[in-house]
């Protein structure tokens, strides 16, 4: 089936650094990519969508200039956390999705735990 | 808006039944996924509801009231393994946006021995 491949699983960074997290989806060709972010005890809140070669579009509330996403190619999409803070420290999640491929077209990555210190 | 409704938290006895409702007021709709977590971890797939009616996958059941605005997922037969956070998310119409899903806040489902 389908597998989305997320990655680092867990990074702790300084606060003031920037971290990139990437999501390669490894078996088929990912025509838009998904990034939520998730704290503790809550639900999915969607950052961003990104569609190959095309700038991402951000939900309401979300810094794009903090929250850099590339979607260079139909397989890989990053997300880069510029100047952390702590309360940048959450779950993030990305999810790829290709019409016709398996749980209908969403696979999720695995997540990354992001600790900002 | 988007406005996608659970219990926060249910608490059930294993090899008992348990209802998760979701409702829903969106301003497109083109499906409603059910899908599982467990902390710290990517949701799984559970179901896909688009047409009124029942799915029946095993396990687990999932209903949906397109006019009522209202789903739930039934889990039968209990298991401790079953303790986890479902959530409900309802799918954009708008292919253009990615036909992005909208989440619920989530149900935390404790089931205890």
């Known amino acids: 089936g389908a597998v989305v491949s997320q990655h680092p699983s867990r990074v702790i960074c300084k606060s003031g650094t920037s971290v990139k997290i990437e999501c390669r989806s490894l078996d088929f060709q990912a025509t838009t990519m998904f990034w939520y972010r998730q704290f503790p005890k809550q639900s999915l809140m969607l950052m961003a969508t990104s569609n190959e070669g095309s700038k991402a579009t951000y939900e309401q509330g979300v810094e794009k200039d903090k929250f850099l996403i590339n979607h260079a190619s139909l397989t890989l999409s990053t997300l880069t956390v510029t100047s952390a803070h702590p309360e940048d420290s959450s779950f993030y999640i990305c999810s790829a999705r290709e019409p016709g491929q398996a749980n209908y077209g969403y696979t999720f990555g695995s997540g990354t735990r992001l600790t900002v210190v | 808006g988007q406005n996608i409704d659970q219990p926060t938290e249910m608490t059930a006895t294993e090899g008992a039944i348990v209802q998760i409702n979701c409702t829903y007021q969106?301003?497109?709709?083109?499906?409603l996924f059910w899908y599982q977590q467990h902390a710290g971890e990517a949701p799984t797939f559970l179901s896909y509801n688009v047409l009124d009616g029942l799915e029946e996958k095993g396990r687990f059941s999932s209903f949906l009231s397109r006019s009522k605005g209202y789903s739930y997922l039934l889990l039968k037969e209990l298991q401790m393994k079953d303790s986890a956070s479902y959530l409900c998310?309802?799918?954009?119409?708008?292919?253009?946006?990615?036909?992005?899903?909208?989440f619920g806040g989530g149900t935390r489902v404790l089931v205890k021995p």
């Open positions: 998310a309802v799918r954009d119409p708008i292919k253009a946006a990615g036909n992005k899903l909208t």
């Open positions: 969106t301003s497109g709709f083109n499906g």
